[in-house]
C-alpha cells in the first residue's frame, strides 16, 4: 500500500478512496499501540481513530511538509497520544516514565487467553520435527541463526524460511481454528 | 505473501529485544506498509507468551477460586510470599490429585472459569472488518457484564443476540457462553439446551463445537446422565483439539461406570 495516495485523496477528496484506505491503516495503527506501546485494545481502537482524524486535518489543511512521510508521521502521533493518555491517567509512577525499549518478555501479544490455547492447541499439531525446530528457536533467543542452521542440519537461507513458513503455517491453523 | 527477508530479521531481532526504539519505530513504519508481517510478529509473541506461561505455569484445571486468588497475589509484590505459600499448596493439592485414580467428580468440570471460557469479541481485527460490529458490541458488554459479576444481565444481552441474529455465527458464541452462566448457576436443563444449540449450530470443524460437546457432556455428567455424557465426550475426543486427552480420561472413566471397560483411546 502505497500511503501518498491517502495523501492524494484527502486532497481530491475522493470520500471513498479515503474511506478504503482509512479502513486498511486503522488495524495497523492498532496493532502498533497493543503491540509496542502495549496500550489496551480500546485505548488502541480510540487513538488510531484520532490519528487519523488528524492526520486527514494535517493534509487537508496542506501542514504536511512531506507527503511521503505520513506512516512515520501517523506512528508519531499514536506514540505521543498514547504516553499523553497515559500521563493523564496517571494510573501508576511508572507509566509517567519516559518509554524505554523494550525486551522480548515485555512484549505484548494482542491474543487474549483462549487465542493462546488456541495456538497452543495449533503447535501441537505440528511434527515432532517442525516443533521442536520452533520452539528450539523460541526457547533461545539469543541464537544466531546460524546454530540453530547448525543443529537442524539444514542452510541458514533454509533456517529463515523454515521458520517464516511454520509461523505463517501456525497463524493460518489460529485463524482457522478461531473462526466459528 | 511476498517475502522480505531483511523485514523479517529486523522483526526477529526486534523480538530478542535487539533493536533500539528509533530502530523499532522505523521497523514499525515497515511494518506499517507490509500488514501481513504485523499478524505473524502477533502470532509470534503469542507463541513466546505461552512458553513464558509454561515455564512459570502452575498445573490447572477448572479451579476458578485458585486462580483468581493466585492471580491478584501475583500482580502484587507485597503478596510475593503469601502467593510462594498458596502456590506450594496448589501444588500439593495438584499432586496428590493426580497419585491417586482419578474419580469422575474429580475430574468433571465443576465451575467454569468465565474469564476464559466465555466469548468475547475477536482482538485480532481483519482489514475489512475494521470497525465493531453492533453484535459484536454486544458480546463485549455480555463479557464484561459477567466478569462484572451481573449474570442476569449479561444473560440478558446473551439472550439479545440470539433473538437479533438467530442466523449469524455469534448467535452460537452467545448460547456458549449463556450455556456457560446456565452451568455455573447449576441450572443444568438449561445449561444443556444451550449447549446443544451450540453443537448443532456450530461450524464442524469449530473450536467452539468442540467446547459445546465438552461442556454439554459435563452438564450431563452433573445430571448423572452418563451415557448422554458419554455420547457428548466422545465427540469432543473425536475433534482432535484441546480437549482431546482431558476426555480421554474422562471417557475411562465414564466406561468403566457404564461396563463399557473395553474400549480404548489414543
Request: proline share 3%; net charge neutral; with cysteine.
Amino acid at each position: 500500500m502505497d500511503y501518498s495516495d491517502l495523501v492524494t485523496a484527502i486532497k481530491t477528496n475522493d470520500t471513498k478512496s479515503i474511506n478504503t484506505l482509512i479502513k486498511a491503516i486503522r488495524p495497523r495503527l492498532e496493532g502498533f499501540l497493543c503491540i509496542h506501546m502495549n496500550a489496551n485494545y480500546n485505548d488502541a481502537q480510540d487513538i488510531a481513530q484520532d490519528a487519523l482524524v488528524t492526520i486527514i486535518q494535517v493534509i487537508r489543511e496542506d501542514q504536511l511538509n512531506e507527503p511521503k512521510r505520513v506512516v512515520e508521521y501517523l506512528i508519531s502521533i499514536c506514540k505521543n497520544s498514547y504516553l499523553k493518555e497515559q500521563q493523564r491517567k496517571q494510573v501508576t509512577s511508572v507509566v509517567a516514565e519516559p518509554h524505554s525499549p523494550k525486551e522480548p518478555r515485555q512484549l505484548q501479544s494482542m491474543l487474549d487467553k483462549e487465542q493462546k490455547r488456541l495456538l497452543a492447541w495449533c503447535m501441537q499439531q505440528l511434527k515432532k520435527e517442525f516443533r521442536e525446530f520452533i520452539q528450539y528457536w523460541l526457547d533461545h533467543p539469543d541464537s544466531h541463526s546460524r546454530e540453530v542452521a547448525r543443529r537442524f542440519d539444514i542452510s541458514i537461507s533454509n533456517t529463515w524460511t523454515r521458520k517464516h513458513r511454520l509461523i505463517k503455517k501456525l497463524n493460518e491453523c489460529y485463524q482457522k481454528k478461531s473462526k466459528l | 505473501m511476498e517475502r522480505d527477508i531483511t523485514l523479517e530479521k529486523k522483526i526477529d531481532a526486534y523480538i530478542k529485544g535487539h533493536l533500539n526504539e528509533d530502530e523499532a519505530l522505523q521497523l514499525w513504519e515497515e511494518l506499517l506498509e507490509h500488514p501481513e508481517y504485523i499478524e505473524l510478529l502477533n502470532t509470534e509473541l503469542g507463541l513466546r507468551s505461552i512458553l513464558y506461561q509454561k515455564e512459570e505455569k502452575v498445573p490447572e484445571k477448572e479451579m476458578k477460586s485458585q486462580e483468581s486468588l493466585i492471580h491478584s497475589l501475583q500482580n502484587s509484590w507485597k503478596w510475593v510470599g503469601a502467593a510462594a505459600a498458596i502456590l506450594i499448596l496448589v501444588f500439593s493439592i495438584n499432586f496428590f490429585q493426580e497419585s491417586g485414580t482419578p474419580s469422575l467428580q474429580s475430574l468433571t468440570v465443576q465451575n467454569i472459569n468465565l474469564s476464559e471460557n466465555l466469548i468475547s469479541a475477536s482482538v485480532l481485527r481483519s482489514e475489512r472488518q475494521p470497525q465493531i460490529a453492533p453484535e459484536d458490541s454486544l458480546l463485549n458488554l455480555g463479557y464484561k457484564a459477567a466478569i462484572d459479576g451481573n449474570l442476569a444481565e449479561a444473560t440478558r444481552l446473551y439472550e439479545a443476540i440470539i433473538a437479533r441474529y438467530p442466523d449469524k455465527p455469534i448467535a452460537v458464541q452467545a448460547y456458549l457462553n449463556k450455556g456457560i452462566i446456565q452451568f455455573n448457576r447449576e441450572a443444568f436443563e438449561e445449561a444443556i439446551t444451550s449447549f446443544q444449540a451450540v453443537v448443532s449450530k456450530a461450524k464442524p470443524e469449530s473450536f467452539t463445537k468442540e467446547k459445546g460437546y465438552w461442556f454439554l457432556g459435563n452438564t450431563y455428567i452433573n445430571l448423572n446422565r452418563l451415557d448422554a455424557a458419554r455420547a457428548a465426550i466422545l465427540e469432543a475426543y473425536k475433534m482432535n483439539g484441546i480437549y482431546h486427552d482431558t476426555a480421554i480420561d474422562l471417557l475411562k472413566e465414564l466406561d468403566e461406570k457404564l461396563g463399557k471397560a473395553d474400549q480404548k483411546y489414543e
